[in-house]
């Protein structure tokens, strides 16, 4: 059975104090229509302008993942993804009036209870996944990180940590299914060791930190003068250590609850991929920026390519969004050299395109006349073009553009395609255009059967008159 992807049944507001800018933040979570993804909107600026919860957008991960579009900026913004992801919501709305989400508890329970609160409902389109059909990897020598994703037929996650230290060594954390997130995950909180902490508020960060929303590990002897120090930071008549190491403010929920609290982080930043996995991921000492960097090699992978399209039909029948004189006012090509005959769906990320092969194409004369079969490189062309609508959708008068090809990697020959196929071409952009630089991947096939995959690379380019 097919699953269907959900949203809220209702806005729902929460409300607390930013980590970093030690403002008062509210956040007011608003029911989104199918294929919305998740979005931040700054009701605080100008126009209130949409942040996309993208891997593409993320900007800094120092501490937190911060996203950020046209210069407008969301920052830790991962204990929110974490607990939409561990809901299992796909569609929400995100009103924020502040640059940064509210640190609340340093977990993500607060966030599950508001949205449980507004109740989750189920929409009509159908869920759409990245399933791993092979083992990605990511590694980084110098933090000794390693982070893997195997295929699998749901998503799991198992995390390792090890600081090196006497107060909080090695630890193991797994989550074998995303509905035991809530119980087995959202209420583990951040942590910071206390030399972190000293520096960041010598810094002037964490202006909104307190001890009651980070769990603080003492990883050496505090003199009489640091007790007082911290007492007047926290504004707190006197901290002292347990013997475990950890400030007196917190008594943990679980042994291992720093581990938790590191899945917590890769589930909120994987979230970023915007859409669900299906795939074991396994990360020892993961960080925020290392999970940015493991996403974002995910995407570049022919994984990420929807799983829907191994098995979607168009119907050719339903009015096109392109026919081939609308095409043509598009594009420059023109027959026998315009390969394509109708688009038929198109969005800022992704485009779709069909070509009906007939008998009476040209190059058949003499591309294996005896057998017919059409040449490999003219369904590169066919994709391309395709990818040159979305890419030319970008600019006011497309028809006084080009898009070049920069480069081609990884294509991928299937199955043959002959006179009477149609072919469906399917597009979606690796990382947003900019700069007129267009990078796309995109899938081909025929009925059920995948016949071709690339990667494409093209600029847009002014035509010289």
Request: charged share 25%; with cysteine; hydrophobic share 40%.
């Amino acid at each position: 059975m097919k699953e269907k992807q959900k949203t809220i049944a209702s806005p729902v507001s929460i409300s607390g104090i930013g980590l970093h800018t030690g403002k008062e933040v509210e956040i007011t979570f608003k029911p989104a229509p199918e294929n919305h993804g998740i979005k931040f909107k700054r009701i605080d600026l100008e126009n209130q302008p949409i942040i996309d919860a993208n891997i593409d957008n993320v900007v800094d991960t120092s501490r937190g993942t911060s996203i950020e579009k046209n210069g407008h900026r969301i920052s830790t913004v991962e204990h929110t993804l974490a607990a939409i992801s561990g809901l299992d919501i796909d569609n929400i709305l995100i009103e924020i009036n502040c640059s940064e989400t509210p640190i609340l508890d340093g977990s993500s329970k607060l966030y599950i209870d508001a949205l449980k609160k507004a109740g989750i409902t189920e929409q009509n389109a159908e869920r759409e996944y990245i399933e791993i059909k092979e083992t990605i990897t990511y590694f980084d020598k110098d933090k000794k990180v390693e982070m893997y994703i195997i295929p699998d037929d749901k998503f799991s996650i198992s995390v390792m940590v090890d600081y090196e230290t006497e107060v909080l060594g090695c630890q193991q954390a797994t989550l074998e299914n995303i509905a035991d997130f809530e119980n087995e995950i959202s209420t583990c909180r951040t942590f910071v060791f206390l030399h972190e902490l000293e520096y960041l508020y010598n810094n002037g960060l964490i202006k909104g930190g307190d001890l009651n929303n980070a769990i603080v590990f003492v990883d050496h002897v505090i003199t009489d003068e640091e007790h007082t120090k911290l007492a007047a930071i926290f504004n707190r008549p006197k901290v002292s250590v347990l013997k475990e190491g950890i400030l007196d403010n917190v008594q943990l929920h679980f042994s291992n609850e720093p581990a938790r609290h590191k899945l917590l982080d890769v589930v909120g930043d994987l979230t970023l991929l915007g859409k669900r996995i299906k795939g074991r991921v396994i990360a020892n000492r993961p960080g925020h920026q290392s999970n940015v960097l493991f996403a974002k090699k995910i995407k570049q992978s022919s994984n990420f390519v929807k799983s829907k399209i191994d098995y979607q039909v168009y119907d050719s029948n339903i009015p096109p969004l392109y026919d081939i004189n609308q095409i043509m006012k598009i594009l420059p090509h023109r027959p026998p050299f315009l390969l394509i005959d109708k688009i038929l769906e198109m969005s800022a990320e992704h485009v779709v395109g069909l070509k009906n092969v007939t008998m009476n194409e040209p190059f058949f004369v003499g591309h294996f006349p005896q057998e017919p079969v059409m040449p490999g490189v003219l369904s590169i062309e066919a994709m391309a073009q395709t990818g040159g609508i979305l890419a030319l959708s970008t600019v006011p008068d497309p028809e006084n553009y080009l898009t070049l090809f920069m480069k081609i990697d990884n294509v991928k020959f299937k199955n043959k395609v002959c006179p009477g196929d149609t072919i469906i071409f399917r597009l979606e952009l690796i990382t947003p255009i900019r700069r007129g630089i267009c990078h796309m991947r995109g899938i081909a096939y025929v009925n059920k059967k995948i016949v071709m995959e690339a990667e494409m690379m093209a600029q847009i380019i002014k035509k010289i008159k």
